[in-house]
């Protein structure tokens, strides 16, 4: 059409004149822009409500307008319906999970959850989305997990009892993406009440051991100073009174262990002189040593600590007892005291039969040992090192163990800076 009025202008320029030429032009020009308004305003109504269905017809260039329009809205189509099938079963797989999910910003900010969350930390997604979980999980020790920089272990989360939820979580928080994390929480009421049924029931049972037995070994005794008794009466009452201080033992070692574990035994918050702590262990080692190894004391701090002298005192001596116990005579046993001015360290080092790799994360376990009949042979009860676990975790503290088989062992306790006192250095060394 527009070629054809611009023919027609330039025919008419030598038939009529230029003046009727021009105006036929620009009838032309007119012509077209009105055709091009008119195209533009049918787009603009449809993009008002941009469907695929009721894409507009056109022709020439416009008509390549709306294909490549309807095949772009197709493959967005497609790829929104992809992404919301692929969150639809995100949010089942989540709906499923039997544990706790939040989605938490990075600053505690709750972005999205799953019913089991909802439940565990009475969470209403609707409502407290984009609030902070603080403002619903009010326990200190929550807010300073969430605050802490890293999240090795997971908290165990105690809640009250009035509300309809578990009463003890287990939550996690694992960091994903820039700076988003993600809660985990795990009901652990099942667990937590097995767990104290079985500490009560072993508490008991050590407990009502005790009287008899402190009854055999006092009549042991009293029989075993009679002078005149028979060498057959003697020796097999002699085996009745090892194995019963074996049992003593063991029994002692078993309720030490149900004190540690028990909930109604807070960590107490003495002024532990560390120092003099560990020059009696040092001179304890040396009796039970008798001369057979040399024992030698490093002090180099003068830091004192918080929490239980009691505790410290029987975590210290159990270190040190299994060196002497695990070195064979001539061998060396190094106990010292130390900090980097930050933390502490009580270390115990010996140069006895070591131990292979493959036992050492289990050391820690009740009644782990590497050779039974040796940790028997020399009074073992196979509850020291779960002893010393227990000693360190309730003060904060860490147990390393490196060791290597015919070379010896180290077992270090390192004490975190809050639970240290720094004051002046001094240095003592002895040895024997
Ligand atoms: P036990 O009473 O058997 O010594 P512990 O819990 O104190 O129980 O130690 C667990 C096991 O760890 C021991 O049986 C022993 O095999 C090993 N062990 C502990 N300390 C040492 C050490 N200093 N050197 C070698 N082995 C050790």
């Not at 004149?17 to 077209?32: Q, S």
Request: proline share 4%; glycine share 6%.
């Amino acid at each position: 059409m527009v070629i054809f009025l611009g023919l027609l202008a330039l025919l008419a320029w030598p038939i009529f004149d230029a003046t009727t030429a021009l105006l036929i032009a620009i009838a032309a020009l007119l012509l077209v822009i009105h055709g091009r308004r008119r195209e533009l305003k049918k787009l603009l109504v449809w993009l008002r409500d941009p469907r695929l269905e009721t894409i507009p017809d056109a022709d020439g260039a416009w008509e390549d307008v709306y294909t490549q329009l309807a095949r772009s809205f197709k493959t967005q189509r497609q790829q929104a319906n992809t992404l919301s099938a692929a969150l639809q079963r995100f949010q089942q797989a989540g709906a499923a999970v039997p544990d706790g999910l939040v989605i938490l910003d990075e600053h505690d900010a709750i972005q999205w959850c799953n019913p089991a969350a909802e439940a565990h930390f009475g969470i209403d997604l609707r409502r407290d989305a984009g609030h902070q979980i603080t403002y619903l999980v009010r326990s200190p020790s929550f807010v300073l997990y969430l605050s802490a920089e890293n999240h090795p272990e997971p908290l165990i989360l105690r809640l009250s009892r009035d509300i309809d939820r578990p009463e003890a979580l287990a939550v996690q928080l694992v960091p994903f993406g820039d700076r988003d994390r993600l809660l985990i929480s795990h009901d652990v009421a099942r667990i937590e009440a097995v767990e104290r049924v079985r500490r009560d029931f072993v508490a008991n049972v050590s407990h009502e051991l005790r009287t008899p037995l402190t009854v055999i070994i006092g009549f042991s005794e009293t029989v075993l100073d009679n002078e005149e008794l028979p060498p057959s009466i003697r020796r097999p009452l002699g085996m009745v009174m090892d194995q019963a201080g074996r049992m003593q033992r063991l029994v002692d070692d078993l309720l030490a262990l149900s004190r540690l574990e028990s909930d109604d035994n807070p960590l107490p918050d003495e002024t532990v002189d560390a120092p003099s702590l560990v020059h009696r262990i040092h001179e304890d080692a040396l009796a039970l040593s008798a001369d057979r190894h040399r024992v030698v004391l490093a002090v180099r701090s003068s830091a004192r600590l918080r929490g239980s002298s009691d505790e410290l005192r029987s975590a210290f001596q159990n270190l040190v007892t299994n060196a002497i116990r695990y070195t064979p005579a001539g061998g060396e046993i190094h106990v010292s005291w130390t900090d980097d001015g930050e933390k502490a360290i009580f270390e115990v080092r010996d140069t006895g039969i070591g131990i292979a790799s493959q036992h050492l994360n289990r050391l820690t376990e009740r009644f782990y040992r590497v050779d039974r009949s040796r940790s028997r042979e020399t009074g073992g009860t196979g509850l020291g090192l779960a002893i010393v676990k227990h000693v360190a975790t309730r003060h904060g503290a860490r147990l390393d163990i490196a060791s290597q088989v015919g070379v010896g062992s180290r077992f270090s306790i390192v004490f975190p800076s809050a639970r240290v006192i720094h004051t002046a250095d001094q240095e003592v060394v002895s040895g024997a």
